[in-house]
């Protein structure tokens, strides 16, 4: 509301401005939307860059997206209690670097520890595979120059779960690659938080880890350190001859879906119930993401629906985090879910983003991040907002300012 106050008070100062017939005749004062212009008066700090962003008129809910459409068939909704296994298991597998004839996965599969899929090997996952972990530091890790074959159908999905059907019970799936990033050493490389032997990054943008169709990951989020805590899918410099469509995230107490740079592009992903972000990406990602439904879970807790940033620790690292995404539902917690924040200097362009209850829709955070904005290299089309208290805010880096 305090916003929307300083919003009607501006446009109403601004409307001044416009209101003289002749020059000589003018009256009141004339406000200078661009600080520094000679064509008027500089206000100084009477107009903060968060203001002349609002002014701008640029991010608006007009009313014209429908999202991404009906809340697909093949996912599961928050009242889906997990996949169980029936029967015993047909591989176990234990931590350590997969063998050759431990590369080609059906029926039922359990992994103990960090289970890795070495380079220049590819694993292959047959539909309707259900994959357990019995312990909590349990994951699974396809390595640079690896490949993953994991192709499920709508009717036989594969899944990756956990003994325990709770969150935070183990630590999902993690596909490291070449493509670029913007947070690399020397080598345009870097490390995951939970292994710093395993490298990421590098200039092949191409680069192919493989395929994930249907594919559901349930209750991960175990965590690693007081820092760290695994998602559900984590995508590192994946690139994009990786085909990503219809995922789901369930469940998860980290993010559901996360990407650090890459170029891979995804369509028809899900995240339902994840106590983090439900979709995050940052580091240089520049993806095209198509159709994707959020839906969070009142009863525990949760973050941002998207949250997206460039690099923390330089907001104009290139290359920018600049994704495309279409077609997008977010279903948060009325007046509490903040459903989009991008900040950190991040770029990219949405068309038909459908948000029902929020707090706030879009959330634009740093001075860069609003400048993008305003220069329309970081653009929203077709955007409806229901039940949103605030379509969108931004929040500039001035400290002192009023």
Same mark, same amino acid.
């Given at each position: ?11 109403? *100062?601004?409307? *001044?401005?416009?209101?003289?017939? !002749?020059?000589?005749?003018? /009256? ?8 520094? !212009? ?11 860059? #968060? ?6 008129? /640029? ?12 809340? =697909? ?42 289970? /890795? ?14 994959? @357990? ?5 349990? +994951? ?14 709508? !009717? ?10 709770? =969150? ?24 995951? @938080? ?5 490298? +990421? ?27 760290? @805590? ?10 994009? &001859?990786?085909? *990503? ?8 107490? !980290? ?33 095209? $993401? ?10 525990? =807790? +949760?973050? /941002? ?12 690292? #290139? ?34 983003? &459908? ?18 904005? $305003? ?28």
């Amino acid at each position: 509301m305090k916003k929307q106050l300083r919003f009607a008070a501006l446009a109403l *100062l601004a409307g *001044l401005s416009f209101t003289s017939c !002749d020059t000589n005749d003018a /009256k009141g004062p004339i406000v200078d939307l661009n600080p520094g !212009d000679s064509t008027g008066v500089n206000p100084g700090d009477d107009l903060r860059l #968060e203001d002349e962003a609002l002014l701008a008129g /640029k991010i608006v809910s007009n009313g014209a997206a429908t999202g991404a459409g009906d809340f =697909p068939a093949w996912a599961k909704g928050l009242d889906y209690e997990g996949t169980s296994v029936n029967g015993g298991f047909d591989l176990e597998l234990t931590a350590g670097e997969l063998s050759d004839d431990q590369l080609s996965w059906s029926g039922n599969v359990s992994i103990s520890g960090a289970v /890795k899929v070495p380079a220049n090997k590819v694993l292959t996952i047959a539909a309707g595979t259900v994959i @357990e972990a019995l312990s909590t530091d349990s +994951y699974l890790m396809v390595l640079q120059d690896a490949k993953i074959m994991a192709e499920g159908t709508a !009717d036989n999905m594969i899944v990756f779960t956990s003994t325990v059907k709770e =969150p935070k019970q183990w630590g999902g799936l993690l596909i490291n690659g070449r493509a670029p990033i913007n947070n690399g050493d020397s080598k345009g490389e870097a490390s995951p @938080e939970i292994d710093s032997s395993v490298k +990421y990054g590098g200039t092949v943008s191409d680069d192919d880890s493989g395929v994930l169709k249907y594919v559901r990951v349930e209750f991960s989020g175990y965590k690693f350190n007081d820092e760290s @805590e695994h998602n559900a899918f984590t995508f590192s410099a994946v690139g994009s &001859k990786t085909e *990503l469509s219809y995922l789901q995230a369930f469940k998860g107490t !980290d993010d559901g879906l996360e990407w650090f740079g890459g170029t891979v592009n995804g369509t028809d992903l899900v995240s339902v119930g994840c106590e983090d972000d439900s979709f995050d990406w940052a580091h240089g990602y520049k993806g095209t $993401l198509t159709n994707l439904w959020v839906i969070q879970d009142a009863s525990r =807790p +949760y973050d /941002k629906g998207f949250e997206i940033d460039n690099n923390s620790r330089n907001n104009s690292a #290139e290359p920018y985090t600049e994704a495309r995404v279409n077609n997008v539902t977010i279903t948060g917690i009325d007046g509490e879910t903040k459903a989009i924040r991008v900040r950190e200097g991040a770029k990219g362009h949405f068309t038909n983003v &459908k948000i029902i209850n929020a707090k706030v829709g879009f959330d634009i955070v740093n001075d860069v991040t609003i400048n993008n904005v $305003l220069d329309n290299k970081l653009t929203v089309s077709a955007y409806t907002a229901e039940n949103v208290a605030d379509e969108v805010v931004y929040v500039d880096d001035c400290e002192t300012c009023n």
